[in-house]
């Protein structure tokens, strides 16, 4: 079915709570596992298509935030969605309870116990009305950076669309298209303070009345981060600043070469060559077609994917006034549907959107074969090595997409994966600083998220931007503020990421197959097994940044000429 075609209606609450209740004394009164698992089966149809609704509203309400009838939908989603999990959570404290828990085991797997586990522990009725009122900050935030109308080139754009200016190869331009950024974010700056600040505030009350030291843990536990913990993050990160830092501080030295410059400036990081940077041929709809192409090319399944993709209209893509920021892939359960949502603004990133995406739709779509919908995904570390392995295994498509500037792009990408891996471990290591210390004011908020940035990215020189040479940048980070504690998995998928394309470089279909492998067990199996099963070696193993760091320094010199 299309997307425009699918109907909504504002999800039953009372039939829901009645419908659990029911669900929750029929699996208490079954006198087997195999009866117990088939009342598991209902409760998952139930919570797919509550799952559905609420997804389908989310979808319509980011495609124009204007609309008042999708707002108001989504603020009784952000009212109701921690009643509706009262409701499951009693449903899973049966089943965790279960009497036939070994056999069941057989049926469902040992993860999805380990799993409600996780779950029981980061959730209690006593923290719904904590729960309802971080979701409207959430929302509300999104909303404020989605009402952003600044004038730039003699246009009106917003966030999304100023991206292009931001990586222009006129100097200028990239400068002037950062200030006003920063302008906007200076105008809305105590708005976004005390947002965040009621959000940290929020979900440390949250952590504490669960019985956690800080949020940090229950961040973690709610990201179904089932096989480490922050101890291993921590070595993570170590290893970035210890072996990745210096190689890209060398790499950034030899861009400002290219660029003409003595050094980096903050509007200089993210334009790599003097005449710009990589950008793709065609509009979207040529992309989408050449997309099409790649994808029959790549592998029957990944064919059969993106038509099911196209014949249903399963994407938005351009940017336009009222649409919320960024970029995602969402699912759809009820009609076995994922959704790919952009906001294309005609820089190399509109490609690097949608093979990114593309790649977390694909698992989705891979997934419909699994039993239970609840293990169809893994866990975000897992998911995200989906989305950005995707990215890379498209290199010998580039041509399509970018034309004579795909060995531009080559470099480009290769450069931009590295670059990011650093910032994204400072985003982590920034809201984990303030779940840990959540008394800190918004003043020493910034000065901490300029002291990291000097560890993660000391080759940028901020100069006098406003806004961001105050240490402002976290604020435009929407992760930090609607996905706390998240974007460390883009890192650990980013490397991993980088392992497979390592593997392609010597035997593309080889790689892609143990690729699939990884896609195909959806949420079976736990991140560290993901990895492993794949022959790959785990992110925070020690040694295992300065190995990759070697061979990309190696084949990059191809390009030093």
């Given at each position: 079915m299309k997307f425009s075609e699918m109907p909504y209606n504002r999800p039953d609450i009372a039939a829901a709570e009645k419908k659990y209740t029911e669900l929750t004394e029929k699996f208490q009164n079954s006198t087997s596992a195999q009866e117990q698992y088939q009342v598991i089966l209902e409760h998952e149809k139930m919570k797919n298509n509550l799952d559905t609704l609420s997804t389908i509203a989310y979808i319509r309400n980011s495609i124009n935030t204007t609309d008042k009838f999708y707002e108001d939908?989504?603020?009784?989603?952000?009212?109701?969605?921690?009643?509706?999990e009262e409701y499951i959570q009693k449903f899973y404290q049966a089943v965790a309870q279960t009497s036939y828990k070994e056999d069941l085991q057989k049926l469902t797997g040992e993860l999805f116990f380990t799993n409600i586990e996780l779950a029981l522990k980061s959730f209690s009725p006593a923290i719904i009305g904590l729960v309802q009122k971080e979701n409207a900050l959430v929302t509300e935030y999104e909303?404020?950076?989605?009402?952003?109308?600044?004038?730039?080139?003699?246009?009106?754009?917003?966030?999304?669309?100023?991206?292009?200016?931001?990586?222009?190869?006129?100097?200028g331009l990239r400068k002037e298209a950062w200030e006003k950024a920063g302008g906007f974010f200076l105008?809305?700056?105590?708005?976004?303070?005390?947002?965040?600040?009621?959000?940290?505030?929020?979900?440390?009350?949250?952590?504490?009345?669960l019985g956690y030291q800080n949020y940090v843990q229950l961040?973690?536990?709610?990201?179904?981060?089932?096989?480490?913990?922050?101890?291993?993050?921590?070595?993570?990160?170590?290893?970035?600043?210890?072996?990745?830092?210096?190689?890209?501080?060398?790499?950034k030295k030899k861009q400002a070469q290219r660029l003409g410059q003595p050094d980096i400036k903050f509007y200089?990081?993210?334009?790599?060559?003097?005449?710009?940077?990589?950008?793709?041929?065609?509009?979207?709809?040529?992309?989408?077609?050449?997309?099409?192409?790649?994808?029959?090319?790549?592998?029957?399944?990944?064919?059969?994917?993106?038509?099911?993709?196209?014949?249903?209209?399963?994407?938005?893509?351009?940017?336009?006034?009222?649409?919320?920021?960024?970029?995602?892939?969402?699912?759809?359960?009820?009609?076995?549907?994922?959704?790919?949502?952009?906001?294309?603004?005609?820089?190399?990133?509109?490609?690097?959107?949608?093979?990114?995406?593309?790649?977390?739709?694909?698992?989705?779509?891979?997934s419909q074969n699994i039993a239970l919908r609840e293990e169809a995904c893994p866990t975000m570390d897992g998911a995200e090595t989906h989305s950005m392995s995707m990215e890379l295994f498209s290199r010998p498509w580039d041509k399509l997409f970018?034309?004579?500037?795909?060995?531009?792009?080559?470099?480009?990408?290769?450069?931009?994966?590295?670059?990011?891996?650093?910032?994204?471990?400072?985003?982590?290591h920034f809201q984990t600083e303030m779940y840990e210390h959540p008394e800190l004011t918004p003043d020493e908020r910034k000065a901490k998220w300029?002291?990291?940035?000097?560890?993660?990215?000391?080759?940028?020189?901020?100069e006098d931007i406003p806004f961001f040479s105050k240490g402002g940048g976290y604020q435009r980070q929407h992760h930090i503020y609607s996905f706390p504690l998240y974007?460390?998995?883009?890192?650990?998928?980013?490397?991993?990421?980088?392992?497979?394309?390592?593997?392609?470089?010597?035997?593309?279909?080889?790689?892609?197959?143990?690729?699939l492998t990884f896609v195909k067990a959806g949420g079976t199996k736990t991140y560290v097994q993901l990895v492993k099963s794949a022959g790959l070696e785990l992110p925070f193993h020690q040694g295992c940044i300065k190995k990759l760091c070697e061979e990309i320094k190696e084949y990059l010199k191809q390009y030093e000429k």
């Amino acid at each position: 079915m299309k997307f425009s075609e699918m109907p909504y209606n504002r999800p039953d609450i009372a039939a829901a709570e009645k419908k659990y209740t029911e669900l929750t004394e029929k699996f208490q009164n079954s006198t087997s596992a195999q009866e117990q698992y088939q009342v598991i089966l209902e409760h998952e149809k139930m919570k797919n298509n509550l799952d559905t609704l609420s997804t389908i509203a989310y979808i319509r309400n980011s495609i124009n935030t204007t609309d008042k009838f999708y707002e108001d939908e989504m603020a009784f989603v952000d009212e109701n969605s921690p009643v509706v999990e009262e409701y499951i959570q009693k449903f899973y404290q049966a089943v965790a309870q279960t009497s036939y828990k070994e056999d069941l085991q057989k049926l469902t797997g040992e993860l999805f116990f380990t799993n409600i586990e996780l779950a029981l522990k980061s959730f209690s009725p006593a923290i719904i009305g904590l729960v309802q009122k971080e979701n409207a900050l959430v929302t509300e935030y999104e909303k404020l950076l989605a009402s952003a109308k600044i004038e730039m080139d003699g246009k009106t754009v917003n966030l999304s669309q100023l991206g292009k200016y931001t990586t222009s190869s006129d100097r200028g331009l990239r400068k002037e298209a950062w200030e006003k950024a920063g302008g906007f974010f200076l105008a809305n700056a105590k708005r976004l303070d005390d947002i965040y600040a009621e959000l940290v505030k929020n979900r440390t009350e949250q952590a504490k009345q669960l019985g956690y030291q800080n949020y940090v843990q229950l961040g973690y536990d709610r990201l179904g981060r089932n096989c480490y913990g922050p101890e291993e993050v921590k070595e993570y990160r170590k290893q970035i600043v210890q072996d990745l830092v210096p190689m890209i501080t060398e790499l950034k030295k030899k861009q400002a070469q290219r660029l003409g410059q003595p050094d980096i400036k903050f509007y200089d990081d993210n334009c790599l060559f003097p005449d710009g940077n990589p950008t793709p041929q065609g509009t979207t709809q040529e992309l989408i077609d050449d997309a099409k192409k790649m994808y029959h090319e790549m592998n029957p399944l990944t064919g059969e994917f993106f038509d099911f993709m196209t014949k249903n209209e399963l994407f938005d893509l351009e940017s336009k006034a009222g649409k919320a920021g960024g970029g995602y892939c969402t699912s759809i359960p009820d009609y076995q549907a994922p959704f790919i949502f952009s906001n294309f603004n005609g820089t190399a990133g509109d490609v690097e959107v949608l093979t990114h995406e593309a790649g977390h739709a694909f698992a989705d779509y891979m997934s419909q074969n699994i039993a239970l919908r609840e293990e169809a995904c893994p866990t975000m570390d897992g998911a995200e090595t989906h989305s950005m392995s995707m990215e890379l295994f498209s290199r010998p498509w580039d041509k399509l997409f970018f034309g004579d500037q795909a060995e531009k792009f080559h470099q480009y990408q290769l450069e931009a994966a590295l670059d990011f891996i650093p910032y994204g471990c400072l985003v982590d290591h920034f809201q984990t600083e303030m779940y840990e210390h959540p008394e800190l004011t918004p003043d020493e908020r910034k000065a901490k998220w300029l002291e990291l940035e000097h560890l993660y990215r000391p080759w940028i020189d901020f100069e006098d931007i406003p806004f961001f040479s105050k240490g402002g940048g976290y604020q435009r980070q929407h992760h930090i503020y609607s996905f706390p504690l998240y974007y460390i998995d883009y890192c650990l998928a980013q490397t991993t990421a980088l392992e497979f394309w390592s593997a392609s470089e010597k035997d593309w279909k080889e790689a892609f197959n143990r690729y699939l492998t990884f896609v195909k067990a959806g949420g079976t199996k736990t991140y560290v097994q993901l990895v492993k099963s794949a022959g790959l070696e785990l992110p925070f193993h020690q040694g295992c940044i300065k190995k990759l760091c070697e061979e990309i320094k190696e084949y990059l010199k191809q390009y030093e000429k």
